[in-house]
C-alpha cells in the first residue's frame, strides 16, 4: 500500500501530553525579572489561561475543541506514504515511510498549533495577536489561523527574510495579517539594535523580542509562539497519532523516526505518540535531525537561557548555543534557533531519545533526489530529515537490516525554490561548525 489515508472522522479528538508519561520531572521555567519560577499571572501578560493550563499540565489526553477540530479537517488527517520509488533506488531493505504536513493551507505542519492558539485567544476575548516569524512559514500559519477567527495579526518578519522571500509576506498579507521588517521603529527593542547597527538583517531573537514587548504592553494583544513551548507540542501531536493509526492499518511499526528540529515541534508531534509505546516497553529510535551550522542538541550545552536576544522571555532549561549566538545564513531558516523545547531537550539529555546533525550540501542535495523520485518538493527543513533518512537506510542496505523508518515531511519547499536555485548554481556552501561563536555566546547564560 502505497498511501494511507485516514477518513476525517478518524481524526484524534484529543492530543497527548507527554507530561503525564515523562519518567523524570522538568525544571520549571523562571522569571527573567525574579529568576524565581515563572507564576501564571505573569504568564497571563502575553498568553490565555487555557494555554498556560496546558504549559503546565499534567493530564495524559487533552481534548480538542470541535471548533478547532473543523479548521484542522481543511487539511487533515495528513497522508502517510510509502516512498517506494526512493526505496528501490537507494536498494535498501529498508522500508520508509513518510507523514506528508505540506497540504496545510500554509504548507507545514505549523497550522496545526496556530489554529489551536487563534482558537483559545479569541474565546478569552483576544483580538489581536503578534508574532515574529524567520523563514515565513509561522507567520503564514499564523495569518491563516488568525483570520479563520476573525481576528488581528500583526508579524515581525526576520529583516533578511522580509527582503529575500516576498512571496512568503505576500500570503500573510492574502490572510489580512500586517507584516513589519524587524527590527523596526516600533518597540524599544527593535529601535535599541538599530540605534547600534541602522543595517541589522535581524533575528529571530530580536523578532521575538519585539513581538513579545508588544503583546505585553497592550492589553488587548497576545502573543503566539510557533515552537518550543509544552503547548506548541501538544498540538502538533496530531502528527504522531495519526501516523500510529495509519501503521496499524498496513500492520508496520517504525523502528526509527527522523525529524527536523528548529524548536522541535514537529519531532515532538511526530514522535511523542511513539514515546508512549517506548515509555512502556516497545522499541522505537527517535532523532532529531538539526543544521550542523546550528547544533542546539549535538554540541549545546544543556542549561537555563533566555528564549530570546531582549531576555524578555522566561529563562528555560534547555539545550542552548547561548541566546545570543547568530547561526550562519542557513538556507533552513526555520532551523536557526540558538534554543530547543524544554521537553525534547530534557528526553535528549535523559538518553530517551537520539540526535544527528546534517549538512547543507547533503540536505539539498537527498532533497532534489526525494524531488525527483516522489514528486514532492521538500522545504530545505525537512530536507535535513530527509538525509538522515537516506544516511539510515543506505547503512541498512550495508548491514542488511530490515527497518522501518519514518520521517516526517513538515513542509513543501514551494516558496524556498530561491535556495534550490542557490544550490543548483553551485553557489551554496558547507558552513564549518561555528566553535569560536558558540563558545563566546555561551559565556552569556543567565546566572540562576
Ligand atoms: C518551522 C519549521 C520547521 C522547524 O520547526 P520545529 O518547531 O522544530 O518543527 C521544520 N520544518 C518546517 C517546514 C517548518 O516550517
Redesign the pocket.
Known sequence: MKRVYLKTNEMPKQWYNILADLPTPMDPPLSPFTKKTVTFDEMKAIFPESLIEQEMSDKRWIDIPEEVLEILSLWRPTPLIRAERLEEYLGTPAKIYFKYEGVSPAG???PNTAVAQAYYNKKEGVQRLTTETG?G??GSALAFATKMFNMECRVYMVKVSFYQKPYRKSFMRMFGAEVIPSPSEFTNSGRAILEKNPDSNGSLGIAISEAVEEAAGRNDTNYAL???LNHVLLHQTVIGLEAKKQFEIVGDYPDMIFA????????GGIAFPFLADKFSGKNVDAVAVEPASCPTLTKGKYAYDYGDVAKLTPIMPMFTLGHDFEPPAIHAG??RYHGDSPIVSKLYKDGLISATAVKQLEVFQYGTLFAQLEGIVP?P??AHAIAATIKEAIKCKETGEEKTLLFCL??HGFFDMASYDAYFDGKLEDYEYPEDLIEESLKNLPEV
Open positions: 507545514s505542519h505549523k523563514a512559514q509561522w510557533g515552537s518550543v527536523s528540529c528548529g524548536g522541535g515541534s514537529n519531532f526555520g532551523l522545504a527543513e525537512s513538515s513542509g
